[in-house]
């Protein structure tokens, strides 16, 4: 509840600071102008969003199975469908090593769950049926739809800026040097933020569906488990190459493999008995810890899609009954 509540709020931050902006420019400018930049906005993700699926298919290198290839992986997925009450996404592998796995799609009807090669040798049955259950979470959750509508508000913003600071004319009449420039640098400055709270939504919907997934029957210490398997397998990869061919959809992952190498020396505290799992009592024993991030971690979550690992493991110990 404390999620969906978080979700609500920022949502309404983000839109509040958009119509506030809009109809202050509008009010100034011409109220036609400021409708402009919001038709471009959406008109601009709109194309994006119809594409995408096209785009991270190759970018992904991913190769749809069938039943037959992959008969485990298409029963976990259409257990998982089935308890979500969800139409059973279309099943894939990525040819890429890095263990991981990822949904996306337009719609509930148009999901696809993916893993990669990586991530198959490296995880139990349970772990990655955990993994597959917070993907398909994501797609009962409508993700992509939300995270693409926020992103529209951040681009409406440095348009905004870059149109009073740089474009000359907006709505068809000149904008004062001074009131123009302190406007532009204004849009800016929420450009900034509403990108920070954009990240800030993206977080919100990985815990989300760290919770789908235990609703949808996991054990949380499975999941917990995974993402610790997965922060090691992401930190041994010695392949960069792959790590940059990702790094424009590393957001559909279920961890950021690019910060895997800082995560490992906290989550290291958890694993008790080195044996490269989390079991329940060691989940348990997190649950009685207080977590505390440095002032670099912190900083450094502010600016990323995904929660800070331990952060992220604290709260699944939190859903264990």
Known sequence: ????????????????????????????????????????????????????????????????????????????????AKEARLPKPKVGISQLAIPNAFAFGRTQHDGRVCVTQGILKLLSRDELRAVLGHELSHIKHRDMVIITLLS????????????????????????????????????????????????????????????????????????????????????????KEELRRVEGVKALFINDPSRAWGEIRELSQID?????????????????????LGTAHKLMELFTTHPNMLKRIKHLSTLTV
């Open 1 to 80: 509840m404390w999620l969906q509540t978080r979700m609500f709020l920022l949502v309404a931050v983000l839109f509040g600071i958009l119509y506030g902006v809009i109809t202050g420019i509008g009010t100034w400018m011409g109220a036609g102008s400021a409708a402009f930049y919001i038709i471009i906005a959406f008109v601009f993700l709109g194309i994006q969003y119809l594409i995408s699926p096209a785009i991270v298919g190759r970018i992904m290198k991913i190769r749809w199975v069938s039943e037959k290839e992959e008969p485990e992986l298409h029963r976990i997925v259409t257990e998982l």
């Open 152 to 239: 529209a508000i951040p681009l409406i913003m440095y348009w905004l800026a870059w149109s009073m600071m740089w474009g000359g004319a907006f709505g068809g009449r000149r904008a004062g040097g001074g009131y123009a420039a302190l406007i532009g640098l204004g849009a800016f400055l929420l450009y900034f933020i509403t990108n920070l709270l954009v990240l800030y939504g993206s977080r919100i919907r990985e815990y989300y569906a760290d919770l789908g997934s235990v609703q949808l029957g996991n054990m949380p210490h499975h999941l917990a488990s995974a993402l610790y398997k997965l922060t090691y397998g992401n930190a041994r990869l010695r392949d």
């Open 272 to 292: 008790r008995d080195m044996s490269g799992t989390i079991d329940y009592d060691e989940l348990m024993e997190l649950r009685q810890k207080e977590v505390r």
